[in-house]
């Protein structure tokens, strides 16, 4: 195992903002999916798998260059926990696209694209955030944002439920939008997960 | 980060022992929305989303004095643990009191009593163990009777989940138990986690 | 606590190779349950929780050692990663065979037994591969080989799905089969983690 005693071009910082960006592109092609005829999902679907698999390299890359590194700007378990963290709004967000097509969803719910605006929010001010782990500086706007973020996310998610459970939809319709909603609300979880690392990391180094 | 060298007057075991009181609070209003009549529910779901936002806060006031405090009374990844498996078991709580009131349930099956009786009773003596984590004596009766609980409340699950799934019940009636039911499944799971975390942490200790 | 400085019979990698070896007799057990006549399958689930049972004594013991020893052969986050990584294979095995005794299920489709041939498959050669964690040598295949059986699990329960969800299946069958190919998925998931993990250390221990 080489040690990368000198730092490389490449640090840790421009790894993550690296990843949060994917985000931004798969809950982008998520937005389309869901917005698209059914029969125009499929390739949609197939370039968010990619992004997926892209996502998934990412988070190698910084597990491997975690390994490789004696010494890390902040507490590598934290940068673990963040590059594993971006991982899974990445893999929460693929399921839901995978499942819209594997259930050959029709029209879905006005709350399922309020759900995914939520995500695409969330993904944008990640993203914008990532780069100021270096300065640790100006990041309680973001923590605090995606924590309201997330609140409407869960407002989405509940109403959505009721609406489900109400009565008068078929048991299969409800199984197969229970299951993509469930997706999105873990997605708009694991957004906050991140940002609730973040608001841990900013206090230890502060 | 101001580093407090001195000891506070609330410790990490005040902390702990208030999270875990809080649980008891928690089990005991989940317990009274499921006996109440319908149409009485909501104000005691209000009450545990309080409760829950509440056990919420403590969990951030642990991290933030770990976060503060150079040396801890024990391996800090430990309190770390012990202070988010806490957090979990409310979460599982809340879930279950949540759902009942939004997908409109009637009356539960006494099976269900049963889960939540087991669940109150594990919040009561994770309550009573909390504090003997200064000594770090007299745990072993605590973590074999939440083993014993944890094995009550999988055996009440799996006949609801036997029952259920019998024949003749509507299925989105099942839909909705089970989700339930899983909530509360997976609280006891949650306290489990927490009295195995305690017998680890008394085993390194002692 | 007694510290153990001196090497005792049974390492760490004997420890961690027994826990892999229950794993084929787990997955094993769980094929026979799968392919039995609905009316032979309650001994069977009968003696799958046992071998969980005996898989969570051995998941103990690998504990208890980590806490009596001082030196470790390689990261003691990482045997703590392991052994609670094949103790969730075992866990999702049982898990699956059980509901497929709770909900009994008649007949499973072809594709239902593919996955369990995956998990045999995964059980098998990650047995093989625990002693070479000695030498950290010839891992390279085990984890690739890993990643290729969960793709080919992960296509056929993506086919189920599709299959349960295309039409005409009662919204109970539905249930029943998604709970139990979803805890089979699962299963391929965590032996995929245990691939991940074992990478990772010997990325770090080379």
């Given at each position: 195992?080489?040690?990368?005693?000198?730092?490389?071009?490449?640090?840790?910082?421009?790894?993550?903002?690296?990843?949060?960006?994917?985000?931004?592109?798969?809950?982008?092609?998520?937005?389309?999916?869901?917005?698209?005829?059914?029969?125009?999902?499929?390739?949609?679907?197939?370039?968010?798998?990619?992004?997926?698999?892209?996502?998934?390299e990412s988070t190698h890359e910084i597990m491997r260059r975690?390994?490789?590194?004696?010494?890390?700007?902040?507490?590598?378990?934290?940068?673990?926990?963040?590059?594993?963290?971006?991982?899974?709004?990445?893999?929460?967000?693929?399921?839901?696209?995978d499942l819209v097509v594997l259930y050959q969803v029709g029209?879905?719910?006005?709350?399922?694209?309020?759900?995914?605006?939520?995500?695409?929010?969330?993904?944008?001010?990640?993203?914008?955030?990532?780069?100021?782990?270096?300065?640790?500086?100006?990041?309680?706007?973001?923590?605090?944002?995606?924590?309201?973020?997330?609140?409407?996310?869960?407002?989405?998610?509940?109403?959505?439920?009721?609406?489900?459970?109400?009565?008068?939809?078929?048991?299969?319709?409800?199984?197969?939008?229970?299951?993509?909603?469930?997706?999105?609300?873990?997605?708009?979880?694991?957004?906050?997960?991140?940002?609730?690392?973040?608001?841990?990391?900013?206090?230890?180094?502060?």
């Amino acid at each position: 195992m080489r040690l990368r005693l000198t730092p490389t071009n490449t640090t840790f910082f421009d790894l993550l903002a690296g990843s949060a960006q994917q985000l931004v592109g798969g809950a982008d092609l998520l937005s389309r999916l869901l917005a698209a005829e059914p029969a125009d999902r499929k390739p949609l679907a197939a370039e968010l798998r990619d992004a997926e698999h892209a996502a998934d390299e990412s988070t190698h890359e910084i597990m491997r260059r975690l390994n490789q590194t004696f010494v890390t700007p902040f507490d590598r378990h934290d940068i673990y926990g963040l590059a594993s963290g971006l991982d899974d709004c990445m893999d929460h967000m693929e399921e839901a696209g995978d499942l819209v097509v594997l259930y050959q969803v029709g029209t879905l719910p006005n709350r399922v694209h309020k759900q995914v605006d939520v995500l695409r929010r969330c993904a944008e001010i990640t993203a914008e955030a990532m780069p100021r782990l270096r300065s640790m500086k100006d990041l309680a706007d973001y923590w605090v944002e995606i924590n309201r973020l997330e609140n409407e996310a869960d407002k989405s998610y509940r109403k959505l439920l009721a609406e489900m459970f109400r009565g008068g939809m078929d048991p299969m319709d409800v199984l197969r939008l229970k299951d993509i909603v469930d997706a999105l609300e873990a997605a708009a979880d694991s957004f906050e997960s991140v940002a609730n690392l973040v608001e841990t990391i900013a206090l230890k180094e502060s």
